[in-house]
C-alpha cells in the first residue's frame, strides 16, 4: 500500500532551422499565342521541382541520422544476409511492428533462404520484382531519382534500408514556414510573363535527442559497389 515508484510524462522540442526556396520560370509571348505551353504549365514545373527538393533533402536527412543510431542498431554487409535482418528487425519490433523502408534496388535483393520460397512468392517476385512483405513485415519502397542528367548518381542512396517501427516518433521532420507564395508577372518588355515561387521550408531529424534507439538500419555495400563500378565505366 505504499508508493513504490513514480514517473511523470515528459516532452521534447526541437528546432527545425528553414530556409527559403526559390524559383522563376519565363514564359515567353509567342509561346503562349502558338499554344505550346501555358501558365499551368509551367506552374506545374515549379511544383515538381519543389516537390523533388524536399525529396533530396530528407534523403540527406536520412542518411545523416544513420550516425546517431547505436551501433548494435546498423550492419553493414556486403549482400542480403537474412539472418542479419531478422535480428535488426527483433530490435525494432520491441518499440512497435517495424516497417522497412528502401529502394527498389535493395527489395530485389532482399529475398528468403532457399526452401523458404511459396509459388505465390516466386510469382510475386517475377512480376514486380521485390516482395511486398517480409516475414510479418511491410516493405514500402522509396521514391528514386537521379541528381541530375548525368544519371551517374541517384538521390536516394539504394544501399541502405532503414527499419522504423511503427507508432514511435518519426525520425524527419519537415517545418514549412507560412504558406507557399506564387506571383506572376506580365509587364515585361517583350510581353513575356514572369512566373516566381517563394517558400520557407526546413527539414530535421530528431538526432537531438541522442542515440535514436529504436531505429534500425541495414547497409548493403554491394550496392554501393554496383554505383561505383557504373561511375567507373561511364569514366
Not at 16 to 25: C, L, Y
Request: net charge negative.
Amino acid at each position: 500500500a505504499a508508493r513504490y515508484e513514480t514517473f511523470m510524462l515528459d516532452g521534447s522540442e526541437m528546432t527545425v532551422e528553414t530556409g527559403a526556396i526559390t524559383s522563376a520560370i519565363r514564359i515567353g509571348f509567342e509561346e503562349v499565342l502558338d499554344g505550346r505551353w501555358s501558365l499551368a504549365d509551367y506552374s506545374q514545373i515549379i511544383m515538381e521541382e519543389f516537390d523533388y527538393f524536399i525529396a533530396r533533402e530528407v534523403a540527406k536527412a536520412l542518411t545523416a541520422m544513420i550516425a546517431d543510431i547505436p551501433e548494435v542498431n546498423k550492419a553493414t554487409v556486403n549482400g542480403f544476409d537474412e539472418e542479419v535482418m531478422d535480428e535488426l528487425l527483433a530490435i525494432a519490433d520491441q518499440y512497435g511492428r517495424a516497417t522497412i523502408y528502401c529502394t527498389q534496388a535493395f527489395a530485389n535483393k532482399m529475398i528468403p533462404s532457399e526452401g523458404r520460397w511459396s509459388d505465390a512468392m516466386k510469382d510475386r517476385m517475377w512480376a514486380d520484382g521485390w516482395l511486398g512483405n517480409y516475414k510479418g513485415h511491410n516493405v514500402v519502397i522509396l521514391q528514386q531519382g537521379l541528381v541530375d542528367e548525368t544519371n551517374r548518381e541517384f538521390v536516394v542512396n539504394p544501399s541502405t534500408a532503414y527499419i522504423i517501427p511503427t507508432g514511435t516518433e518519426k525520425p524527419i521532420k519537415i517545418v514549412f514556414e507560412g504558406q507557399l507564395l506564387l506571383r506572376t508577372t506580365d509587364n515585361n518588355e517583350d510581353w513575356s510573363t514572369d512566373v516566381q515561387m517563394y517558400q520557407k521550408v526546413g527539414v530535421g531529424t530528431v538526432a537531438h535527442m541522442g542515440q535514436i534507439n529504436w531505429i534500425c538500419a541495414y547497409k548493403d555495400s554491394s550496392l554501393d559497389d554496383t554505383r561505383t563500378r557504373r561511375k567507373e565505366i561511364g569514366d
